[in-house]
């Protein structure tokens, strides 16, 4: 069975979001390497440096996103977009 326009349509905008999704993800990895890496320290110097707490925040924060949503979706959205109907598959007659 052909795809109709409005199913080519869909898959061809899912590339799309796919793609405006993957610009997003290098966007939020370029923020992730512009904050600096947490250094070694220990329990008492953990506390005095609340800039380096809020940087390891928003680096977990974006690696979580990128991982459990944005790559999600990305994959899914081509597979999407790349999915074909097959034949019909008929249960066998009892």
Known sequence: MERTEAEIAAQE?????ADELERIQTRLWEVHASLPAPPERTLEEE???EEMEVATE?????EC???DWIGAAIRDFRAGAAWRKGPTRRSPSA
Request: no cysteine.
């Open 13 to 17: 905008e899912l590339l799309k979001i």
């Open 47 to 49: 506390d005095d440096d």
């Open 58 to 62: 928003v680096r977990a924060i974006i």
């Open 65 to 67: 996103v990128i991982n």
